[in-house]
């Protein structure tokens, strides 16, 4: 970008090339993304094409310059194709002949800033790929399109022994058996969550990147009178982070901040770039980010708190999934399990150690989870310990240091509650005589 006319062309033409690469970060405390033990994470999105779905705004024709731009980025091989096939309505809405090989370097320029500035230099964000096409039945308000193949639905349509509602009825249940091309990237990185907890050790936050083409329907009704949908593409740039929700505005905040400054460093005046809070139909918040172009300002990248809808529909059986082996208490190999929470870890251990020893003493089994060098969530330790069909968890903690007091965890209620360390023993003695007299 530099002076006079050549900036607003230059500006003009990033726009247009950014319709063929868009921007997404998906991230969350977004919660989206599912632990261990089923527990909710959120994931923020943020992208520089308006929400999948939904079509490019089409930028007026009278924009100044505008169709000079069309022609100079034509002619000096930023896109291919011919005069007629050039507008700026067909380059925002991605219906267009493609780049030439000054425009296929540009883009491949700014996917490669983008991969640097979100994926190279951190830590936390792991590169995934997906298929161009999704599985799964057609969902309400559905517009993606569908991949059917011609020979088939040539065989329906040709059955002349077919009622109307039969016909129908097998139209139906082939748009429901076939794939749909994606119209973003933010399935694929659902996809992957759960095996990409591994790389993380179950903890958050954590990010999912990928650059790949997506698909959208486009109206045009002067090709296609009919009212007929085409196909729109774009390449687009997503980043899923996947955190608390507790955490989830203060990482809405820093993406926020961290897409500005890049956009920012691009431009010639950086005080075109601005930002303003949106919100989806079903009530999610996002922020926006606008260019102020020669035509007007436009959106150029949305970030979303998605929270947990999308991840539930991924992983339905996720939120509940809390395995626990319901062993009767005389039958379990291990009664109680003890752990350390926040505090001094080694004067915790010590604390652990003794109440080992005098449970040992009493025969009551324990499992010493404070000797574990890897550090987990208490839903990740109660999920664990559920599934060893361990009775009761003992956690001590800094107020024990203080007090006395420890937490306790029954096993088949959930239920927690404090109680005095010098009567731990006595209790669980008590609940197993109890329980071998039912």
């Known amino acids: ?5 050549a900036v607003r062309a230059c500006r003009k033409v990033c726009r247009c090339l950014l319709s063929g690469f868009g921007g997404r970060v998906d991230g969350g405390p977004p919660e989206l993304s599912v632990e261990g033990s089923g527990s909710l994470g959120v994931p923020l999105r943020s992208h520089a094409e308006p929400p999948g779905g939904s079509e490019p705004p089409e930028a007026p024709e009278s924009g100044e310059g505008s169709q000079e731009l069309v022609e100079i980025c034509r002619r000096r091989h930023f896109f291919s194709g011919s005069k007629r096939q050039l507008s700026q309505h067909s380059l925002l809405n991605g219906c267009h002949s493609g780049f030439g090989p000054l425009g296929i370097e540009l883009r491949k320029n700014l996917a490669a800033e983008w991969w640097s500035s979100v994926v190279v230099v951190r830590e936390q964000v792991f590169p995934v790929d997906a298929l161009h096409h999704e599985p799964g039945p057609t969902l309400p308000r559905d517009s993606a399109f569908r991949l059917v193949s011609a020979e088939t639905l040539r065989e329906i349509l040709q059955d002349k022994e077919l009622s109307k509602e039969q016909l129908v009825a097998f139209l139906e249940n082939l748009l ?6 994606r119209e973003n990237l933010l399935h694929g990185a659902l996809e992957h969550y759960v095996s990409c907890l591994d790389l993380v050790n179950k903890r958050l936050p954590y990010g999912l990147a990928q650059i790949g083409v997506c698909f959208h329907p486009v109206s045009d009704t002067k090709q296609t009178p009919d009212g007929v949908k085409r196909i ?3 390449t687009e740039a997503s980043l ?10 203060q990482w809405l905040d820093f993406w926020l901040r961290h897409r500005l400054l890049w956009w920012r460093k691009f431009a010639v005046s950086p005080s075109n770039f601005s930002s303003s809070d949106c919100q989806d ?10 260019y102020n172009f020669p035509w007007g300002k436009e959106p150029i990248e949305t970030l979303w708190n998605l929270g947990d809808h999308e991840l539930l529909h991924m992983y339905p059986g996720n939120e509940s999934q809390l395995h626990v082996l319901k062993l009767h208490p005389c039958l379990a190999p291990v009664k109680v399990a003890l752990d350390v929470g926040r505090g001094p870890t080694v004067e915790l251990r010590q604390v652990c150690q003794g109440l080992f020893n005098e449970l040992l003493e009493n025969g009551i089994s324990v499992w010493p989870g404070y000797m574990e060098t890897v550090q987990s969530s208490l839903e990740q330790l109660y999920s664990k310990y559920d599934e ?4 009761f968890t003992v956690l001590i903690t800094e ?18 509650e404090m109680m005095h360390i010098s009567k731990v023993k006595d209790f669980l003695i008590k ?8």
């Open 240 to 249: 899923v982070w996947f955190t608390s929700a507790r955490t989830a505005g």
């Open 431 to 438: 609940y197993i005589s109890s329980a071998k007299n039912v």
């Open 399 to 416: 107020t024990t240091l203080e007090n006395g007091l420890i937490h306790l965890r029954n096993r088949d209620t959930t239920m927690k």
């Open 232 to 234: 729109g593409e774009k």
């Open 388 to 391: 060893m069909s361990i009775l």
């Open 281 to 290: 139909e079903e009530g999610r918040k996002g922020n926006q980010l606008y």
């Open 1 to 5: 970008m530099r002076s006079g006319a």
């Open 176 to 181: 429901k058996t076939s794939g749909k091309l």
